[in-house]
């Protein structure tokens, strides 16, 4: 009995030699396996890039032609609406776009510098007149724009625009427009 346990012990408990041997005929290993993962994830990698890249140019070309001449003009009929808040988002968004002459002059050729006027002088609450101000400051930086600002009568609306203690920058704003009129010689 001793002499046979050990034979059944290794006829049950034995390795199948079907798998065995499929193992022992292949050529795959591990680095195969790793450079494989490794190319595969290369190429992915680059599919998902041009992926992104294709995604990105296509929001791009749908989403920036607002931020040209389009906000420009959204931002001038912004001035339109009744609401004080809309108005001086306008004037605000006007502001940051007079950075050139070139834009500056788009601004009056659209419009803007008689809007921020006719703003100007309905003004009822000083933050709006602040930002009004702000905007006709930015856009007195190029000559021809103070000359469009004159031929609309910038003058006697700033002018008109009164002083407040509480707000030293309307102020400043309003001296700094007239002192432009003035060097260019359209204060008379």
């Known amino acids: 009995m001793r002499a046979l346990a050990p034979h059944l012990n290794t006829l049950l408990f034995k390795r199948r030699p079907w ?11 591990g680095k195969d396996e790793a450079s494989l993962e ?7 990698g680059w599919l998902l890039k041009l992926f992104f890249a294709g995604t ?3 929001v791009a070309y749908q989403f920036f032609p607002y931020m040209g ?3 420009m003009h959204q931002s001038v009929s912004l001035l339109h609406v009744k609401d004080p808040l809309f108005k001086r988002m306008g004037a605000s968004r006007l502001a940051r776009f007079a950075i050139d002459d070139q834009r ?7 419009g803007g510098a008689q809007e921020l006027l006719n703003m100007l002088g309905s003004a009822k609450d000083e933050r709006t007149q602040k930002e009004a101000l702000k905007a ?5 930086k190029s000559d021809e724009a103070v000359k469009a600002l004159h031929n609309a009568g910038a003058i006697s609306v700033i002018k008109s625009t009164p002083d407040t203690f509480e707000d030293a920058e309307i102020g400043t704003y309003k001296l700094n427009i007239l002192k432009r009129f003035q060097d260019l010689r359209y204060d008379i």
């Open 56 to 58: 990105a140019t296509f």
């Open 38 to 44: 490794q190319e595969a994830e290369r190429k992915i």
């Open 69 to 71: 001449d389009n906000l």
């Open 104 to 110: 500056r002059m788009k601004i009056v050729e659209i």
């Open 136 to 140: 006709l400051s930015a856009l007195s």
């Open 19 to 29: 798998n065995s041997q499929s193992r022992n005929f292949s050529s795959f290993n």
